[in-house]
């Protein structure tokens, strides 16, 4: 689509400059004079009675000012209720009538931990070494428990209890059906049935977490910067949870060193170092190791899937069936989203007309997994794509016909799932043109001449996975627009940016509905002092809802200035334009008003200022969308696999995508890269591993490993964007969209290179071990005809 | 602890300052100097972000005790243009977009900075060599490795 105004152009960012001068603010960077820092003592084991915790001999070590253990920090802080979890709207109780099971979580374990890495004593020093010299002095007994680290193993009648007044593991439950799938099955020429597993990795932004607090000492006023996606709710939390009015607290999130969704939930040390900092009367700063982070921060994936799809002789699909169990660590935090968007995203783009799902959610002696980018998509998507793999093998089709003629096709826009979205409306994707989509992908991915080259020892292969994604998620966002006296403009929303270039692109939306020149708009998120009302910046969201709160906004306050700039001009408002930042009689460009002007007349010092009108040239908007937006995508990646080493290499990747009317294609082909970049990690090289007693094995950066830019393919992105109806933008979101297809595509592909051996994908990393078992595994089967290959 | 006294030229400016001898290089630079432009990701020495020029060689200035920077000249973030206009590495990152949320970005700049310097032909295995010690999380990588050809055109160029 050609650029209309300032949307559409590929402004370069406003934020750079200060970043690439090493002068951003992260929440590091803040430290206020006499600023203690806090370390934390946290479990070795996965699943243990806490008998004893004795801090005598830390509270005595040089320059330790406090320690807390669990029953002090109760009688303080209280444990972390998530209330919002167990909300479920009456729509989704009346589709799936979900089991909704949700733990307090004690900031500092008190009688039990659950699983290693969980918080259990805080010291705080007048340094971060002082801290962790006194952590070595505080002696804790454990008595071990049973730990249970499979979420399969967990759902066993004799699994041992994460909660002991629970009867089973079972935090979530629910089923979905519609049609006749047992009439199906029995009918189809073709079924295939596997298990599949969506394997355990997580955000791990390169700025791990961390909070600093302090309490203003004339007037008690608490002010929080913490490394987070939804200041806006911590405050809510916070207030809630210390007894603050929330107008006596004030929580910014400050430069973000990325999130991904890892930051978007709420955290114990959240609240303890705020509670620390109250109690000690002195600002308290706790900054996350990546130790830490890989351990305690949350972590995402982990579903295992028994999927089976029924088919007739053309490869129509008459049926789903998928069981599905959800790892969800030691608690759940918040309840259905993740299970809930795997089932709501399972479909995808196919048009299926019987279905039948079973989720459990299952407690193990884990770290607590919760949204990361993506947040059960690309779990789901992992499933019904390899899915739709074996079904064409199954059927002698090619995949890509098999997909194809299954999608629902742009005709059949608006279109109804039969589901009930998360928020509590009907799932109706409102548009989008999937087969394009998928036409796209493959022209771009260009498979045929790099196929060509496959041989014995490097065999090539190409795989697809296409998928849909809610976007832009209520309930709801706010923004303000005011105009400044010198002609500023100062936009405040309630999201907050972790690296997706808002104060661009909101700025861009912001100038053309205002009607202001793009440079004399500042944009400030994150800072619940800034704006009193907002939600944050998690599932795809801002660019949908604070975008569109922006543009209520500005036209209000547009249309605000255009009345009393016609009062000052003594015409009629409707005789007026206004451009650049300044009015003009239509037909008389030369005259002109400047909005700073417009702003500086209602000034109370104007002793000809118009009576009744509010001083400040400013609106604010509430945007609460109907529903989500879907946008859509399909990948394409050619991979090599080398036989004897296992190593699979990545020839090419596409992806066609639509993520409705795009501001700034720098920005939005930015996000997808930086996604599919992540997905790319969590289908070759990452992976969090326990052992069975429940010790997290991948605990650095040694061993889990993170793509480096030798790993990046060559990137062919395309866009094939439909503007959603349902917004006056026409914007979709798309920050997770990238990392939601790689798993699947680059597993298709990896079968594909490996299907005459008889290879079968069900889990990843595909790291060149696993490749290789896959192989060898293969071989002893029978299929092995090659003799490359060693046993 | 006692402390040692150290000596060093920190963005070209002499420096003197007592310190552990446990205190990391990254800690001193941030929060003893308040230089936060250098940014700490993992503290085992695999992310980079902590980069800085010592000596004329990128170093991860967590790998590093401060009392190792004595008599050393430490460059930082702050120090490639410290008044005027972006250096050609910024420069770079900025026009191809790689960068995100930025966090990384001072460590990729470091890193670039001193291969460049050192090898201004380095040819693009030599550049993804040496971007592969850094990780960032945002950007795919894609505009990183663009910005590093840009960066090397202009230096080649400016040579």
């Avoid at chain 1, 559409?8 to 400059?17: I, S, T, Y």
């Avoid at chain 1, 800034?530 to 801002?542: K, N």
Wanted: proline fraction near 6%.
């Amino acid at each position: 689509m050609p650029p209309d105004g300032l949307i559409g152009q590929a402004l370069p960012r406003v934020e750079d400059e200060r970043l690439l001068r090493g002068a951003g603010r992260y929440v590091d960077d803040i430290h206020p004079e006499g600023c203690l820092e806090a370390a934390f003592l946290r479990s070795p084991f996965a699943h243990a009675r806490v008998t004893n915790v004795d801090l005598s001999e830390a509270v005595r070590a040089p320059g330790v000012v406090a320690a807390f253990d669990g029953a002090q920090a109760a009688a303080l802080a209280g444990p972390l209720v998530f209330d919002m979890a167990r909300i479920v709207p009456e729509p989704v109780r009346r589709s799936v009538d979900p089991l909704v099971r949700v733990q307090p979580m004690p900031s500092l374990a008190t009688d039990r931990v659950t699983f290693v890495g969980q918080p259990v004593a805080m010291v705080v020093a007048e340094s971060r070494y002082l801290a962790e010299d006194a952590l070595q002095l505080i002696d804790v007994e454990y008595e071990d428990l049973p730990v249970v680290v499979d979420p399969e193993r967990a759902l066993e009648p004799d699994a041992p209890l994460l909660e002991p007044e629970w009867e089973d593991n079972v935090a979530i439950a629910f089923n979905f059906r519609k049609g006749d799938p047992d009439a199906a099955f029995a009918a189809a020429h073709a079924t295939v049935e596997e298990r599949f597993r969506s394997h355990r990795y997580m955000a791990a932004p390169i700025e791990t977490r961390g909070v600093v607090a302090a309490v203003d000492p004339f007037d008690g006023r608490l002010t929080v910067w913490a490394s987070s996606q939804t200041p806006h709710l911590l405050r809510d939390f916070l207030a809630g949870a210390l007894g603050y009015a929330p107008d006596r607290l004030r929580v910014v999130a400050p430069d973000v060193g990325g999130g991904f969704g890892m930051k978007g939930s709420i955290y114990p040390e959240d609240l303890l170092v705020p509670m620390a900092a109250r109690e000690l009367g002195r600002p308290v700063k706790w900054i996350e190791d990546r130790a830490e982070d890989l351990a305690s921060s949350t972590h995402g994936r982990e579903q295992v899937h028994r999927i089976a799809l029924a088919a007739d002789a053309d490869g129509r699909i008459l049926a789903l069936r998928d069981d599905i169990v959800h790892n969800a660590g030691a608690f759940t935090t918040l309840g259905l989203v993740v299970p809930y968007n795997s089932l709501t995203h399972l479909l995808g783009p196919y048009d299926i007309e019987a279905v039948d799902v079973r989720m459990r959610v299952a407690l193990t002696n884990t770290g607590v997994t919760a949204p990361f980018r993506g947040a059960g998509r690309p779990e789901t998507v992992f499933a019904v794509e390899r899915a739709m793999d074996r079904l064409a093998r199954e059927l002698g089709m090619d995949p890509a016909e098999l997909r194809e003629r299954n999608m629902v096709r742009p005709e059949q826009m608006p279109y109804a799932t039969g589901l009930v979205y998360r928020d509590g409306a009907d799932q109706v994707y409102d548009s989008g043109d999937y087969p394009g989509l998928l036409r796209k992908a493959r022209e771009l991915v260009d498979a045929e001449e790099l196929l060509a080259q496959s041989s014995e020892e490097r065999r090539i292969g190409v795989g697809y996975a296409a998928y849909t994604e809610g976007t832009g998620v209520g309930p709801f966002e706010s923004a303000r627009v005011s105009v400044e006296p010198g002609g500023k403009v100062i936009v405040r929303y309630g999201g907050a940016s972790q690296g997706q270039g808002h104060r661009t692109t909101l700025a861009q939306i912001a100038a053309d509905a205002l009607g202001v020149r793009f440079e004399d708009v500042e944009v400030r998120g994150g800072d619940s002092g800034e704006l009193a009302q907002g939600f944050g910046t998690i599932a795809s969201r801002t660019l949908v809802l604070a975008g569109n709160a922006i543009v209520e906004a500005a036209t209000e306050v547009r249309e605000r200035a255009k009345r009393i700039a016609a009062e000052m001009l003594e015409i009629s408002p409707d005789d007026l334009e206004l451009a650049e930042g300044a009015f003009s009689p239509k037909g008389s460009p030369g005259t002109k008003l400047p909005l700073g002007d417009v702003a500086g007349f209602l000034s109370p010092f104007n002793p000809a200022r118009p009576k009744g009108e509010s001083a400040d040239l400013a609106a604010g908007s509430i945007y609460r969308p109907s529903t989500v937006t879907y946008a859509a995508g399909v990948h394409a990646v050619v991979v090599a696999v080398d036989v004897a080493t296992g190593m699979v290499e990545l020839l090419r990747y596409a992806v066609a995508h639509d993520c409705g009317r795009v501001v700034n294609p720098t920005i939005a082909d930015g996000q997808i890269a930086g996604g599919v970049m992540q997905g790319i990690g969590g289908a070759l090289y990452e992976e969090l591993v326990y052992d069975d007693a429940g010790q997290l094995v991948t605990g650095s950066f040694l061993d889990y490993l993170l793509p480096t830019a030798s790993e990046a393919p060559e990137l062919r992105l395309a866009h094939l964007d439909v503007p959603s109806p349902l917004n006056p933008l026409g914007v979709k979101g798309l920050g997770e969209g990238g990392a939601i297809g790689p798993p699947a595509a680059i597993a298709n592909a990896v079968e594909d290179a490996l299907h005459e051996l008889g290879v079968v994908v069900r889990e990843g990393p595909l790291g060149p071990s696993r490749v290789r078992e896959l192989i060898r595994e293969a071989v002893k089967a029978g299929h092995g005809k090659v003799n490359t290959v060693g046993s | 602890m006692a402390e040692v006294d150290i000596r060093l030229t920190l963005n070209g400016e002499e420096r003197s300052a007592s310190v552990e001898p446990r205190l990391l290089l990254s800690d001193f630079i941030r929060h003893h100097m308040r230089l936060t432009g250098t940014h700490v990701g993992c503290e085992h020495g695999v992310c980079g972000a902590c980069t800085v020029i010592v000596d004329g060689e990128p170093q991860r200035s967590c790998l590093m005790f401060a009392v190792q920077a004595d008599g050393a000249s430490v460059e930082t973030i702050e120090g490639v243009a410290p008044n005027g206009e972006l250096g050609p590495v910024q420069q770079a990152f900025h026009e191809a977009h790689g960068m995100q949320c930025g966090f990384c970005t001072p460590g990729f700049v470091m890193s670039l900075t001193a291969l460049l310097r050192n090898s201004p032909d380095a040819d693009d295995d030599e550049l993804l060599d040496s971007l592969s010690g850094n990780l960032c999380r945002c950007t795919g990588y894609v505009n990183i490795i663009e910005a590093a050809r840009l960066a090397r055109e202009r230096m080649n160029g400016a040579a």
